[in-house]
């Protein structure tokens, strides 16, 4: 029997400062045990929970695509007691992953079909292991259009600057990127908020089209209208929640809404799914 | 004590009707034998299903904490001083209350009860002084007076010290009761005398605390063994954190408890805790001659600086 | 598998025999209620108990249970990695559990071997554990185990049903692992040819003295939602102090809290007994608490017992009947009473208060 408590031991290979407050690093881990890697086999969407012995778990979406090898790669808010130890620590240390856990954005439903990706703050992070996905030269075909609307509070909050930049210049893939507000003259995308920016530039609803949304409550509270304004069904609509979690494998009880554990059950749901279900998430 | 019940129900009709109150919190008839539950009602037709017998044991005060609506309260003595310490530290305005006060000649101990039948307990029936406890092939009557919850059994404020109605004319206050003895029992032991006896009464805790939670002086937003950043107290059973737990905790009651006895009523296992809470009420006595939640007037020595203030403990 | 006869006379010599191979548990007298505890030295296990005071849970999944050892130590090779901590799952035989209580793990055990993930710590436990209950001839008036999927001679969940019929128990033998306990014990002798009907006869006559009832007919067919905000819940949760009780003492509560705690340089993950009854028990690290008043979690409780698992496995309530926190609750919230509230509720226009 695998005991699933037990974390792969990992080495912190990279951390990288992304956002201008300094609340948000990306990790970069490498297994020690090289076997673990194809043990950690993920999907985009999923979760792990990242380890650290003396201080806790916290679950965190895996930023990286399963198309990049050799590595796995977290982006954590500083937020409580184990993330701002981790924010502490640096290259070369050693903790634990355990994972890959929950369930994965529907791929295999969405072959064929357009693909809107709407994200918001720091919760961008398994949307990038999506697109990264979706984008490369394997999977690029098996998907129609693929939009994505991204916005973040400053044009310093957002995620992985660089790498939006180089989608932006990819004709592939359409990119809205948004803020809330800037100040800075040079900035050439869009100023609005991300339900806003939705509404102007989403493509129609249609048979054919999913929308991925993931965002900070608040986000998700003024976009779905949106979506519903377009015409966007609510089976098609995926988005990923986020709960207080310990073991993260559906036993401890702590992340269960109605009949489902959003660590196990989730935490990707379809609109239509979290209708029947309490708002207690 | 039986006749309350149909004051309370009628003073508790009137306020609700006349709009006096947003409702009133006393108890109604529990599911089972010598348990009542306590019960709100916003209406004349439930304040009809509020009742009072010797089974009241829990301290309706721990419901008042930071409401906002104008509530009657059902409150015997130690339940009053509650409420009075409420005021004092901000966790409800007394012109939010009418306290509904009654006078109390004590709560049973139903786990007293239950040790001395010889089986399990399926009716209790009450009368002016005695009860009877009925169950398969069994019938025993008790004198109240000796299946008292302890802390009844020594009780120097049976009436409310605040009211708006009283439910009947005040009761005799018990005379020459030594409150301590049991206190100054664990005093006369020595450390390891001590150490076995917290050691033995602390061993079938199971940290649910439910002491805590039915104390009506409890209210922390986050309780210290609930804080992680850092965290004080582990959650486990280590013998070390369990005290660490009691023993804290009766501290920061310390000039505020007024031995309800709440908490050992409450508590699953069994647990006599009210030993440490009533040593700081004694030193509290001893050293400031403060007895908790007699007056909303007058501020807890905790609170105040006095130039007498004894200090011979600063070495 | 068959029925045997245990001269009550042989019963202490039997359990001396068994405990060469078995760890014993039962039944002993503590203060004043009854708890699990190892049988050693010859102790008996008092099986005039009608139940003890928290349920036998703690047996397979206690209170607090280390999962690994680490070291913070970087001196060491193995420094930061999790480490498994050494367990003992020898053979152990519980002896007196009730039916009730047997059910009870049965439940438990869906939600700790799924096919996705199976909990070790738990597993192992139960697995290397023979039960051996023993009927209840005299159920207590809280006890309402026929309505809520067990009966008070129930043998889901056990290894062997002992049944007291006066003299001597009538040991029906269920499993495997049931017929290895008898033969380590050397109790042999065949039952009397009517052993079967004189069983049933008991089991009758015991579900017969079960006063107390639940009924769960409709709860599978209301919609979660209109549940959910139905108006009762202020009613139901306002005497409530959330303090765990409840959960504790309950059979099929089973959440938990993986908690670190170190001292100086070597430290233990354990996992600790946690209860939905505590404000923390949701509280995200950002501050947001989805169930963050105590309406919240009292609904969770009677929800998730009577109405998400039944949706979820579709086996009855998560639920045994047991009546403990009933007895325990210190101001008496009565599952049975919620429970009947829930499965009488006809939606009306009016709603809870509270989302």
Not at chain 2, 63 to 87: F, M, P, Q
Not at chain 3, 80 to 95: C, G, L
Not at chain 3, 258 to 265: F, L, S
Request: aromatic share 10%; hydrophobic share 35%; with cysteine.
């Amino acid at each position: 029997m695998r005991n699933p408590y037990l974390p792969y031991p990992v080495r912190i290979d990279a951390i990288s400062v992304e956002t201008e407050d300094k609340n948000l690093k990306t990790f970069k881990f490498v297994f020690l045990n090289p076997a673990d890697e194809q043990k950690f086999a993920y999907k985009a969407g999923q979760f792990a929970e990242l380890s650290v012995a003396g201080k806790g778990e916290i679950p965190i979406g895996i930023a990286s695509s399963p198309t990049e090898k050799g590595f796995a790669m977290f982006t954590v808010n500083k937020v409580g007691l184990v993330s701002s130890f981790l924010h502490s620590m640096k290259v070369g240390d050693v903790m634990g992953l355990r994972g890959p856990m929950g369930n994965w954005y529907p791929w295999e439903r969405m072959e064929g079909k357009n693909v809107v990706i709407i994200g918001g703050g720091f919760a961008f992070t398994t949307l990038r292991s999506s697109i990264i996905y979706m984008l490369h030269p394997d999977n690029r075909k098996k998907f129609k259009d693929i939009h994505v609307i991204y916005g973040a509070r400053t044009p310093g909050m957002l995620l992985y600057r660089e790498e939006l930049a180089d989608w932006e210049r990819r004709d592939d893939i359409h990119m809205h990127i948004t803020v809330d507000g800037t100040s800075d003259p040079n900035w050439k995308y869009n100023v609005g908020f991300v339900p806003a920016i939705t509404e102007k530039k989403a493509p129609p609803a249609g048979n054919d089209t999913y929308a991925i949304v993931c965002g900070p409550p608040i986000m998700i509270k003024f976009t779905q209208p949106v979506l519903d304004k377009l015409g966007y069904p609510h089976d098609k609509i995926i988005m990923s929640l986020e709960n207080r979690m310990k073991c993260g494998i559906g036993m401890c009880g702590r992340c269960n809404i109605g009949k489902e554990f959003v660590c196990k059950d989730g935490p990707v749901f379809t609109l239509e799914q979290l209708n029947q279900t309490p708002r207690e998430y | 004590m039986l006749s309350y019940t149909e004051k309370i129900r009628e003073i508790a009709g009137r306020l609700l009707a006349s709009g006096a109150v947003d409702m009133v919190i006393g108890f109604r008839q529990g599911t089972i034998p010598m348990m009542n539950e306590p019960h709100f009602a916003k209406t004349p037709a439930e304040a009809a299903k509020l009742m009072w017998d010797s089974h009241c044991g829990i301290n309706l005060a721990n419901y008042l904490t930071d409401r906002k609506e104008r509530i009657g309260i059902v409150a015997k003595g130690c339940d009053s001083r509650n409420i009075v310490t409420h005021i004092i530290e901000n966790k409800i305005k007394r012109e939010q209350l009418v306290v509904i006060g009654v006078p109390c000649r004590g709560m049973v101990d139903k786990r007293k009860i239950a040790m001395k039948c010889p089986g399990e307990i399926t009716e209790v029936i009450e009368n002016e002084t005695g009860l009877t406890a009925k169950g398969n092939g069994f019938s025993q009557a008790f004198e109240k007076k000796d299946v008292l919850q302890h802390n009844c059994s020594l009780c120097i404020h049976r009436n409310p010290v605040i009211h708006d109605e009283m439910v009947a004319p005040p009761v005799e206050e018990q005379k020459d009761v030594d409150r301590y003895a049991d206190v100054r029992a664990v005093e006369a032991m020595n450390p390891e005398q001590r150490w076995k006896y917290f050691e033995d009464l602390l061993s079938p805790c199971v940290r649910c605390h439910a002491c805590r939670n039915a104390c009506p002086l409890c209210y922390c937003p986050t309780c210290f063994v609930d804080e992680s950043r850092p965290q004080w107290v582990g959650k486990g059973q280590d013998a070390s954190d369990v005290r660490t737990f009691h023993f804290l905790r009766a501290y920061h009651c310390a000039g505020r408890c007024t031995d309800c006895g709440a908490c050992e009523r409450a508590c699953p296992v069994g647990i006599n805790m009210r030993v440490f809470t009533k040593k700081l009420e004694k030193d509290c006595l001893d050293l400031f001659g403060w007895e908790a939640g007699l007056s909303p007037e007058v501020r807890p020595p905790l609170d105040v600086y006095r130039p007498n203030d004894p200090n011979d403990f600063i070495k | 598998m068959k029925t045997i006869k245990i001269e009550k006379s042989q019963w202490a010599s039997g359990l001396e025999k068994a405990s060469k191979a078995f760890r014993l548990i039962g039944p002993v007298k503590e203060k004043e209620f009854h708890s699990f505890k190892p049988l050693t030295n010859g102790a008996q296990p008092d099986l005039t108990c009608l139940n003890t005071r928290l349920s036998p849970k703690s047996l397979v999944y206690p209170q607090s249970e280390v999962m690994f050892n680490y070291s913070l130590d970087e001196g060491r090779e193995d420094h930061h990695q999790m480490k498994e901590a050494a367990k003992d799952y020898s053979p152990k035989a519980v002896i007196g559990i009730r039916p009730c209580d047997a059910k009870a793990f049965a439940l438990v055990r869906m939600n700790f071997d799924t096919p996705d993930y199976q909990d070790p710590y738990w597993l192992r436990a139960y697995e290397s554990t023979t039960w051996v209950g023993l009927g209840c001839t005299s159920p207590c008036s809280s006890c309402f185990c026929t309505s809520a999927g067990c009966g008070p001679y129930h043998e889901e969940g056990l290894d062997v049903l002992l049944a007291d019929a006066g003299d001597h128990y009538l040991a029906k033998i269920l499993t495997e692992k049931g017929a290895t306990f008898i033969d380590a014990a050397g109790w042999k002798a065949a039952a009397p040819k009517d052993a079967d009907k004189a069983l049933a006869a008991m089991r009758a006559a015991a579900e017969a003295k079960i006063t107390s009832f639940v009924q769960t007919d409709r709860l599978k067919a209301l919609p979660n939602n209109d549940l959910y905000s139905a108006s009762f819940w202020e009613d139901v949760s306002f005497a409530c102090i959330n303090c765990g009780t409840c959960t504790y003492s309950c059979p099929t509560c089973w959440c938990f809290d993986i908690q670190d705690e170190t001292r100086g340089t070597s430290g233990v993950r354990m996992k600790n007994w946690d209860s939905c009854m505590y404000p923390l028990f949701t509280l995200h690290g950002t501050g947001h608490n989805p169930r963050g008043t105590k309406l919240h979690r009292v609904r969770q409780r009677f929800m998730h017992k009577l109405k998400y698992f039944v949706d979820k496995y579709d086996k009855g309530i998560q639920c045994v009947g047991c009546g403990r926190c009933v007895r325990l609750c210190p101001v008496n919230i009565d599952i049975r009473r919620v429970c009947n509230m829930m499965n009488g509720f006809a939606a009306s226009g009016e709603a809870c208060a509270i989302e």
